[in-house]
């Protein structure tokens, strides 16, 4: 096969005919750097949740998978012509929708009600996409209104409602199970029959952020289930990193690895209902 890509995260290859064999590393990334160690069994974690997950939103996008791979972090694929936009829902309002709700008022141009906080439940899911920066940049906030400019009105609306569609889908699969998903990040692209259609991954730890919903409370950061942690980790005092100082982070200490393992571990088998056997 021959090597197409390597991402943050992922691997890509062609093969033969012309499919794609998506691998899934280890590798963690946060604040657009890539971070040493890797997290045992994260790429199969990742993979195999997204297998659970395309399978339940089948009736409401179709998706890229061809069949699983020879191993847990592969699957062979189709290609797709992907949308340069990134597409999320947010139903709960923290990360850089927060920050950006305390500068304006509005989240991707969303006007939003005064007086929310972070963790805050929002009146209905809203669709705040964003660029697709290139590796090592980073992603900006974009309002609709220029979705439509760079894609069309007809892709932009399809674009929203199939965010908006997974995420809600999404949440309630997750809701059932004790989990809130606050926001999740969708990959879309066309087909070779020119069809929108869902791929990179979906509603997994590292496109998602998963709270537990019993332990939900607004005004404060909410224990997750994803690399959340992780982003906490290298903000606090106890990494000793300074983000804004252009340097890399430093190396995750090996409590911050396995506890981040853990987090990943259990959000797949509560989500899913089955034990994970990597």
């Keep these: 096969m021959r090597h197409v890509h390597s991402g943050k995260v992922r691997d890509l290859y062609e093969t033969d005919d012309g499919l794609l064999l998506m691998v899934a590393s280890d590798r963690l990334s946060a604040f657009d750097h890539v971070l040493e160690p890797d997290i045992p069994d994260k790429g199969a974690i990742l993979t195999q949740m ?41 139903g709960y309002l923290t990360g850089g929708g927060l920050n950006e709700y305390r500068e304006s008022g509005a989240v991707s141009g969303v006007p939003l009600p005064p007086g929310l906080e972070d963790g805050s439940r929002l009146p209905e899911p809203i669709f705040t996409p964003s660029t697709k920066a290139p590796l090592g940049e980073h992603d900006e906030p974009i309002a609709y209104e220029r979705v439509v400019a760079d894609v069309g009105a007809e892709t932009a609306e399809a674009l929203r409602q199939i ?116």
């Design 50 to 90: 997204s297998l659970w997950w395309f399978d339940q939103l089948k009736d409401i996008v179709p998706n890229h998978v061809v069949a699983r791979g020879d191993d847990l972090r592969s699957v062979l694929c189709r290609p797709l012509r992907m949308v340069q936009v990134e597409c999320v829902a947010r």
């Design 163 to 278: 965010t908006l569609a997974v995420y809600s889908r999404g949440a309630e699969i997750a809701r059932e199970r004790g989990i809130i998903v606050a926001d999740t990040k969708i990959e879309l692209g066309w087909d070779a029959d020119g069809v929108l259609t869902l791929g990179d991954e979906v509603l997994t730890p590292d496109s998602s952020r998963f709270w537990p919903a019993d332990e939900w409370h607004p005004g404060r950061t909410q224990h997750a289930f994803d690399k959340q942690f992780v982003r906490d980790w290298l903000l606090s005092p106890e990494s000793g990193w300074d983000k804004s100082s252009g340097n890399p982070p430093p190396r995750l200490p090996d409590h911050v690895v396995e506890r981040t393992r853990q987090r990943y571990l259990e959000a797949y088998e509560r989500i899913t209902g089955a034990p994970f056997s990597g």
